[in-house]
């Protein structure tokens, strides 16, 4: 696949739903000597989520590795394996993360959901770097983020099931970033989220967007389906009460 067709695909997506925010495309690096010559380093510390929205500030793509983020859950969770964190530092995290008012109930409420994802990279460290850039950008990436309203998700989606017969996926109670990352990419199958608090807030996701990842190989699908698929129901208005 050429990068000249990853921006006709990005322009007949955008074309046909109206997204107005970048499509991200995520590429893992198994090694530092995979990361593409075009891409830059990112600059200072960030979050992994944080960084999605953060690729419209960038001219060309920039790559990470995990001394670049400040959550060790965006490491983890994205295959750069878990980060060393000082004793006080992990029980200031648990501090902010449960009790009443807060994200969770109980430590075990974490554990329950953090172990209930049905494709994890399980804090393993699989890469080195990953790439992050618009879909026009990034050669052959692994993933690609979408960023949409649900009249939105519904066209991508519909495009998605249309030949294949798929339903696509949903699933939320965990970080945007553990749910939307792994499973393209280790089950080869699209998945949305609304995200979490934090998440949705970083990668600057307005009240009513949610986040759809698809695996990259499914880009041409979706830009050839969506012109193939109806885009509007016209029903009878004794229906619409």
């Known amino acids: 696949m050429s990068l000249a067709e990853q921006v006709e695909w990005a322009q007949k997506i955008r074309a046909f739903t109206g997204i107005e925010r970048d499509f991200v495309a995520l590429k893992f690096c198994q090694t530092l000597a995979d990361v593409p010559s075009w891409a830059t380093r990112y600059q200072g510390k ?4 944080g960084m999605w929205k953060e690729v419209s500030n960038y001219p060309q793509p920039f790559y990470t590795v995990p001394d670049d983020h400040i959550c060790a859950g965006g490491t983890s969770y994205t295959g ?4 060393d964190l000082p ?3 992990i029980e200031h995290g648990w501090n902010m993360l449960v009790g009443e008012g807060k994200i969770y109930y109980s430590r075990e409420s974490v ?3 953090q172990e ?3 494709h994890s990279f399980k804090k393993e460290k699989r890469f080195e770097a990953t790439v992050m850039g618009r879909l026009e950008q990034v050669e052959n990436p692994d993933v690609v983020l979408f960023f949409c309203n649900g009249r939105q998700l519904e066209w991508l989606c519909h495009a998605y099931s249309f030949e294949s017969g798929e339903l696509v996926h949903g699933l939320a109670g965990l970080s ?3 749910l939307v990352v792994p499973q393209p990419y280790l089950a080869r199958k699209p ?3 609304p995200g979490d608090l934090s998440g949705r807030e970083l990668a600057r996701m307005n009240d009513g967007e949610m986040c759809v990842a698809f695996p990259f190989s499914d880009i041409p699908t ?3 389906n969506l012109y193939r698929i109806k885009k509007f129901e016209d029903l009878p208005k004794s229906l619409l009460r």
């Open 46 to 49: 960030g979050i992994y989520c």
């Open 116 to 118: 209930s994802v049905p």
């Open 191 to 193: 998945i949305f989220s």
């Open 111 to 113: 554990t329950k959901c």
């Open 87 to 89: 004793p006080k530092m």
């Open 176 to 178: 945007l970033c553990a």
């Open 80 to 83: 750069m394996g878990q980060k």
């Open 222 to 224: 979706l830009a050839r």
